[in-house]
C-alpha cells in the first residue's frame, strides 16, 4: 500500500483526465501529424521531385551541348589554321593536295615548320577533344569523331585523304531539333 491520501489519488487522477480532455479539444497539448496531413505532405513533395527530373536532364543535355559546340568550334579552327599555314608554305604539301591535315591526329602531334631555321614544329591543337555525345570510353578522342574529306560530299561525308571537316557521329537529336551528325 501506498502512503498517499485517497484525496491525492483523487486529485491526480483528474489533472490527467483534464490533461487529456484539453490535447482533446486543442488545447495546449503537443500533437503530432496525422495520416492524412503525412500523406499529403509526401504526395507534394513527389510531385516537386518529378518536376525537377526533367529539369535535371535537360540542363545536363544542355551542358553536353555546349561542350559538343566547343569541341567542333576548336578541331575546325584548327583545321583553318593547318590549312592557312599550308597555304603560307609553312607545312610540306604534296602536289595536287588539298593542304588540309591527312589526318585528325597531326592537329596535336605537329608538323615541321619549313620556314624555322631550327626546325620546331608548328601544332594546332594543345589536345583532341571527345565527342561529348561519343559514350565510349575505348576510343581514342580522334576516333570519336566522324571525319569528311574535301572531295566528299557534304550531304554525305566521307573519309578519305584529308580531314576537311568533323561531325558527331551521335544518331541523337539536340534540343534546338537539328541532329548532332549535322551541326
Avoid at 485517497?6 to 495520416?35: E, I
Avoid at 500523406?39 to 553536353?64: D, F, K, Y
Avoid at 569523331?145 to 585523304?161: C, F, I, L, M, V
Wanted: with cysteine; glycine share 8%; charged share 25%.
Amino acid at each position: 500500500m501506498t502512503n498517499e491520501s485517497p484525496d491525492a489519488c483523487c486529485r491526480a487522477s483528474h489533472r490527467a483526465s483534464r490533461l487529456l480532455c484539453a490535447s482533446r479539444a486543442g488545447g495546449h497539448a503537443a500533437r503530432g501529424f496525422t495520416l492524412i496531413e503525412l500523406l499529403v505532405t509526401l504526395a507534394i513533395l513527389g510531385v516537386l521531385a518529378s518536376m525537377t527530373v526533367p529539369v535535371a536532364q535537360v540542363m545536363r543535355q544542355r551542358e553536353r551541348e555546349q561542350a559538343l559546340r566547343e569541341a567542333l568550334h576548336q578541331i575546325r579552327g584548327a583545321i583553318d589554321a593547318y590549312k592557312a599555314a599550308s597555304k603560307d608554305g609553312r607545312l610540306p604539301v604534296e602536289s595536287g593536295a588539298s593542304g588540309y591535315p591527312p589526318k585528325l591526329g597531326i592537329l596535336v602531334d605537329g608538323v615541321k615548320d619549313q620556314n624555322d631555321p631550327k626546325g620546331n614544329k608548328i601544332y594546332f591543337l594543345r589536345r583532341m577533344p571527345r565527342d561529348p555525345m561519343n559514350n565510349n570510353p575505348q576510343l581514342d578522342a580522334v576516333d570519336t569523331w566522324g571525319k569528311r574529306a574535301y572531295a566528299s560530299e557534304p550531304d554525305d561525308p566521307q573519309e578519305g585523304d584529308d580531314v576537311y571537316d568533323v561531325y558527331s557521329q551521335s544518331t541523337g537529336v539536340g534540343l534546338n531539333g537539328i541532329p548532332y551528325r549535322n551541326w
